[in-house]
């Protein structure tokens, strides 16, 4: 059983809008910081985002374009991505993991991916 569930991703324009959404299990949901990461082809998997209750952390490629937010009584995270790159296209992928401060974050838990392609 999957215990975090991406969906939204697909093709956009370059300056373009997409909104992931990430359903996780309510274990894991109030346990753990919510994260993003992301897989662009021939590259390493990068961090994108992390919430905790009172903290949200960027890459800092993505900041101003990118919010992450969360759900509590959905056990729902997600990544609105605006004025999207080229760069952005990557699969991304859900996480969930310990936040230390300052800006130390660990994925536990992962989901499969979903993948976002930024094309004209």
């Known amino acids: 059983q999957d215990q975090l569930v991406e969906s939204g991703g697909g093709l956009v324009q370059p300056g373009g809008s997409l909104r992931l959404s990430c359903a996780a299990s309510g274990s894991i949901f109030g346990t753990y910081a919510m994260g993003w990461y992301r897989q662009a082809p021939g590259k390493e998997r990068e961090f994108v985002a992390v919430t905790t209750n009172d903290r949200k952390v960027y890459l800092e490629s993505v900041k101003g374009r990118f919010t992450i937010s969360r759900d509590n009584a959905k056990n729902t995270v997600y990544l609105q991505m605006n004025s999207l790159k080229l760069q952005d296209t990557a699969v991304y992928y859900c996480?969930?993991?310990?936040?230390?401060?300052?800006?130390?974050?660990?994925?536990?838990?992962w989901g499969r991916g979903t993948q976002v392609t930024v094309s004209s």
């Open positions: 996480t969930a993991g310990d936040y230390s401060e300052p800006t130390y974050y660990t994925p536990r838990f």
